[in-house]
């Protein structure tokens, strides 16, 4: 059974992409409020997937996929941002990032998302 890390310091973030996972048929689902809470409970979860969001208060997104990375260089994460964030997504693929999705998101664009980084 597939885990997946959603990073997000908005709580509703999280509730609707958590929402939009569990409709693809994911169960299990760890949730994270910043980079931080993040990289404090990904070792002990091992998440098959990350969707990090790109900025956050204490952590910011690419400070925590760098970080994770550091843990763990096959990590899958998916960056999620906000419009306009196109330089801060295309640095975030260039340090290994899956794939991303932009907000406001469509449940296709998060199983697509997420089935590129499965597979790889």
């Known amino acids: 059974m597939k885990k997946i890390m959603i990073v997000d310091d908005s709580l509703f973030m999280r509730m ?11 169960e299990q689902v760890v949730e994270a409020s910043n ?9 002990e979860e091992m998440p098959d997937v990350v969707t990090m969001d790109i900025t956050m208060p204490e952590m910011d997104g690419i400070t925590a996929l760098e970080k994770i990375k550091d843990l763990n ?10 419009m306009g964030q196109q330089a801060l997504l295309i640095r975030a693929v260039s340090m ?14 998060v199983r697509e998302a997420l089935k590129k980084a499965f597979a790889g």
């Open 16 to 26: 609707l992409l958590k929402n939009v996972i569990h409709e693809l048929g994911y």
């Open 96 to 109: 290994g990032a899956s794939d991303f999705i932009v907000k406001p998101f469509s449940k296709d664009r």
């Open 35 to 43: 980079g931080v809470e993040a990289l404090s409970l990904y070792p």
């Open 73 to 82: 260089p096959d990590a899958k994460v998916i960056m999620v941002s906000a």
